[in-house]
């Protein structure tokens, strides 16, 4: 059973950490969107959770990549914080793309603007976590 339990010290000090920066990746998307994330969640819009669910995601292969690399707390905490803003840079970059009626669009739900959101995050965490790994 000890052996099983070596590594528990590493994950009740990394996890925290990630978790943590999860937590903020979250809360800072919510703010950068122009429309009211949780709100329409909540309402049941298919198009909001889906471009919310495709942006924690994309954000949590990010921290995984890193954590997977990361030579210390402090290399994780810098290099969430440049996934982090990786991942708003391809939302505004997704938003021009997706033209200024956005908003309008996500509230309505209209699905396929939350898939293509949702990919665009997924896309934007593969490829940086991706390059976190040299």
Request: charged letters at 10%; proline letters at 3%.
């Amino acid at each position: 059973m000890t052996n099983y339990l070596a590594t528990l010290p590493a994950f009740l000090t990394w996890f925290p950490v990630c978790a943590a920066l999860l937590a903020a990746f979250a809360a800072i998307y919510i703010r950068v969107t122009p429309w009211a994330e949780l709100r329409l969640i909540r309402a049941g819009n298919n198009a909001a959770a889906v471009s919310f669910s495709g942006a924690i995601l994309g954000y949590s292969l990010v921290v995984a990549s890193v954590m997977l690399h990361a030579v210390s707390r402090i290399d994780l905490l810098v290099w969430g914080i440049v996934g982090l803003v990786v991942q708003v840079v391809a939302f505004y970059v997704a938003e021009k793309l997706l033209g200024a009626d956005l908003p309008r669009r996500m509230e309505e739900g209209q699905l396929s603007s939350g898939i293509m959101l949702a990919s665009t995050s997924l896309a934007a965490g593969v490829l940086n976590a991706a390059t976190m790994a040299f």
